[in-house]
C-alpha cells in the first residue's frame, strides 16, 4: 500500500512540475453551471429493493479551479421505502445539501485547457432531511462520484450519472453511518455550463513553456539584427540624461520632447532663445514605440514646432527642419538643432 502511495504522490508532483500550464484568475461568476434530472433509490441494505424510491433534483454549482469545485442540490422524492415513516402526501420528502466536488481527471492528469469528453470526480457533502406532513428532520449526509460526458465542440452540455449513498445521520440520537439508514441512490442529470467572462464554458489556460519560447525566440531575432550606427552614437554619447528637457554641447542644441508630444517646454523654449548662430538645421526624431507611419508624422510635428519657436521668437534662420522618424532601436524623443 505503502509503494502505491508513493508512486501516486510522485507522478502526480512529476505532471505538476512539467506542465508550466497557467490557468487564469476567473470572475467570481465564472464556472457556474446548473443540472436537472431524475433519481431513484433504494435500500442499502437491500432488505425491501422495491419498490424503488423515485424522484427529482436540482443542482447549482461552481468549479472553483479546474479540480475543485462546490455544489449547492436538492431532491424530492415520491416513495418511502425503507423510510421508516409514511406520510399521505405526493411529495414524502426532501433533501438539501452542500457538496464538495473533486475532478479527478484533472487531478492526476492535468487539466487539458478544454474538459475531457469523459470524466470522473467524487461528490461528497453533508445534508438536511425533512419528512412531509410531519416535523422530523435529519442530518444525511452523500459520498459519491459523478461521470459525466461532456457533449460538443464547446463541452457546454454534459449528461452526468451519479451513483451515491445517501446516509441518514441521526440515528438513535447519534451520529454515525449505518447501511440499515442509508439510500443506495442512482441519478441522471442535464448539466449546462453557463459562458464565461472569457468567451468559453470553462477555463482558460496559457502554456507558459511556449510563451516563453517565443519570448526568447523574438529576442534572438533581434539580436540578429544591425545596428543604426549614427543615431546610436548620438543617443548614447551626446544625448546624456534622457529626461532633460534641453542639452547643449558645442554649435548642437538637443530638445527632448515628452513621450507622445510635439509640445515645447519652457526649458526648452528658453534654451532656442539663447542659440548664438545665424543659421541652423533640424532633425527630430521619434522613439521606436508603435506604428512607422505615426512615428514619422510625430517627428515632423516636433521639427515644426521647433522651427516655428526660432522663425517667431528669434532672429535664427532655419535653413532646413526634417522630420526623421525613427533611427534604430536606440531612437529618442529628440530634436537636433545644429549651427551652419
Excluded at 406520510?87 to 492526476?108: A, E, H, Q, S
Excluded at 442535464?190 to 519560447?213: I, L, R
Excluded at 526649458?267 to 514605440?289: C, F, G, R
Amino acid at each position: 500500500m505503502k509503494k502505491i502511495l508513493f508512486t501516486l504522490v510522485a507522478l502526480f508532483t512529476m505532471l505538476s512540475a512539467n506542465a508550466q500550464i497557467a490557468t487564469e484568475n476567473s470572475k467570481l461568476t465564472d464556472n457556474i453551471y446548473v443540472g436537472v434530472g431524475g433519481v431513484v433509490t433504494t435500500p442499502l441494505d437491500f432488505n425491501s429493493v422495491f419498490p424503488l424510491n423515485a424522484g427529482a433534483g436540482l443542482k447549482i454549482g461552481k468549479n472553483i479551479t479546474p479540480i475543485f469545485g462546490l455544489e449547492a442540490e436538492g431532491a424530492v422524492l415520491f416513495n418511502d421505502n425503507n423510510f421508516g415513516r409514511w406520510t399521505p402526501t405526493f411529495v414524502k420528502l426532501t433533501n438539501v445539501g452542500l457538496n464538495g466536488t473533486i475532478n479527478l481527471n484533472n487531478l492526476f492528469a492535468g487539466y487539458k485547457c478544454t474538459p475531457r469528453t469523459f470524466e470522473v470526480s467524487t461528490n461528497t457533502g453533508l445534508g438536511w432531511m425533512h419528512y412531509w406532513n410531519t416535523s422530523n428532520n435529519t442530518l444525511t449526509a452523500k459520498t459519491g462520484l459523478d461521470f459525466a460526458f461532456n457533449l460538443g465542440a464547446k463541452k457546454a452540455v454534459s449528461i452526468v450519472l451519479s451513483p451515491a449513498v445517501y446516509w441518514n445521520l441521526h440515528n438513535n440520537s447519534q451520529i454515525q453511518f449505518n447501511k440499515s439508514h442509508a439510500q443506495l441512490a442512482l441519478a441522471a442529470t442535464f448539466v449546462y455550463h453557463f459562458k464565461n467572462s472569457n468567451g468559453t464554458h470553462s477555463f482558460k489556460t496559457y502554456d507558459v513553456s511556449a510563451m516563453m519560447s517565443e519570448i526568447s525566440h523574438l529576442n534572438d531575432e533581434l539580436a540578429k539584427k544591425p545596428k543604426e550606427i549614427e543615431v546610436v552614437k548620438i543617443v548614447e554619447k551626446e544625448v546624456a540624461p534622457a529626461t532633460a528637457a534641453v542639452e547643449k554641447k558645442d554649435a548642437t542644441t538637443f530638445v527632448f520632447f515628452a513621450k507622445n508630444s510635439a509640445v515645447l517646454s519652457d526649458a526648452a523654449k528658453e534654451t532656442l532663445k539663447s542659440i548664438n548662430a545665424t543659421s541652423v538645421n533640424i532633425k527630430a526624431y521619434a522613439s521606436p514605440e508603435g506604428a512607422a507611419a505615426y512615428n514619422q508624422k510625430l517627428s515632423e510635428r516636433r521639427a515644426a514646432a521647433v522651427q516655428d519657436f526660432l522663425t517667431n521668437n528669434t532672429n535664427v534662420k532655419v535653413v532646413s527642419a526634417d522630420g526623421c522618424g525613427v533611427n534604430g532601436a536606440e531612437s529618442a524623443r529628440v530634436a537636433i538643432v545644429t549651427a551652419e
